[in-house]
T-cell receptor
């Protein structure tokens, strides 16, 4: 079956630091890959997506590249802000559209 | 995209009772899903609710415990039956829209506490 393994947190960073959250997956076929974000007190939001190998998803300064050879979809941001403090979830879906989520990584950015 | 609302936003219930959660979408969608997020955990899919057919449940979830209705293309309900403290979770509905492949949008969630 499909599964997602995500870097465990929590992660604490200073403002303007570089952020990487590792995500690897196991899936049959060719899944679509996503990063969702959950800000404190808010609902789950789609941050970025990639639907085929070598695609790069990007949004709000975050990027992730779909690497089929390493079955990875690592999230990166070059310079984080306090407002990036949130829980980040890596997820995948196949043709049935069902989402499988990673465990989530809590990121705290200090001023 | 889609705007999704859920009612109630939160509730505290006694064990043995049932709670029905409503999910309303601002546009017609074919596919709706119900997820559970237990405290400090990730999201787990409960079931897929497509209009005009029975809900399809994931392993570990059964219809008697989590009956689902999907009367039209903009609305669904999830009932948590005969609740126990282990049912304390956030319950979220999501929809698959026609815009973009495999994109899903989530409701704000219903925070349930069972005492």
């Amino acid at each position: 079956g499909n599964s997602v393994t995500q870097m465990e947190g929590p992660v604490t960073l200073s403002e303007e630091a570089f952020l990487t959250i590792n995500c690897t997956y196991t899936a049959t076929g060719y899944p679509s890959l996503f990063w969702y974000v959950q800000y404190p007190g808010e609902g789950l939001q789609l941050l970025l997506k990639a639907t085929k190998a070598d695609d790069k998803g990007s949004n709000k300064g975050f990027e992730a590249t779909y690497r089929k050879e390493t079955t990875s979809f690592h999230l990166e941001k070059g310079s984080v802000q306090v407002s990036d403090s949130a829980v980040y979830f890596c997820a995948l879906s196949g043709n049935d559209y069902k989402l499988s989520f990673g465990a989530g990584t809590t990121v705290t950015v200090r001023a | 995209s889609a705007v999704i609302s859920q009612k109630p936003s939160r509730d505290i219930c006694q064990r043995g009772t049932s709670l029905t959660i409503q999910c309303q979408v601002d546009s017609q969608v074919t596919m709706m899903f119900w997820y559970r997020q237990q405290p400090g955990q990730s999201l787990t899919l409960i079931a897929t609710a497509n209009q005009g057919s029975e809900a399809t449940y994931e392993s570990g979830f059964v219809i008697d415990k989590f009956p689902i209705s999907r009367p039209n293309l903009t609305f669904s309900t999830l009932t948590v039956s005969n609740m126990s403290p282990e049912d304390s979770s956030i319950y979220l509905c999501s929809v698959k829209t026609g815009g973009g492949p495999y994109e899903q949008y989530f409701g704000p969630g219903t925070r349930l506490t069972v005492t």
